[in-house]
Nanobody, 125 residues
Framework: QVQLVESGGGLVQTGESLTLSCAVS????????MEWHRQAPGEQREWVAR???????DYIDSVKGRFIISRDTDKKMVYLQMNSLKPEDTGVYYC???????????????????WGQGTQVTVSS
């Protein structure tokens, strides 16, 4: 069974930093693109950052220059370093595995997308 578990959220003040972690577990064959999304209160969930299997990052414009996504594929971990945090960064942050290739109990390969349960980030002004 695949699980994505985020951690590292919390309450910080404007300008401070946080680093989120996402631990991926299960019978993983290939960890492809990994993403971070967030959902502010009353808003739709939005994509924030992604990193493909080759290590190429991409960011939503509002976090460019402030957030850094990284991954340790061997450890099945993904990170989001968030610097110079702003109140508008407040929300629940979710880790997503895109096209994760896993081995099922029957031995066949399966491809699917998975979400974590989220971790709350609150930035006070």
């Amino acid at each position: 069974q695949v699980q994505l578990v985020e951690s590292g959220g919390g309450l910080v003040q404007t300008g401070e930093s946080l680093t989120l972690s996402c631990a991926v577990s299960g019978n993983i064959i290939v960890m492809n693109t990994m993403e971070w999304h967030r959902q502010a209160p009353g808003e739709q969930r939005e994509w924030v950052a992604r990193m493909d299997s080759g290590g190429k990052p991409d960011y939503i414009d509002s976090v460019k220059g402030r957030f850094i996504i990284s991954r340790d594929t061997d450890k099945k971990m993904v990170y989001l370093q968030m610097n110079s945090l702003k109140p508008e960064d407040t929300g629940v942050y979710y880790c997503r595995a895109q096209n994760l290739i896993t081995r099922t109990n029957s031995g066949r390969a399966d491809v699917d997308n998975y979400w974590g349960q989220g971790t709350q980030v609150t930035v006070s002004s």
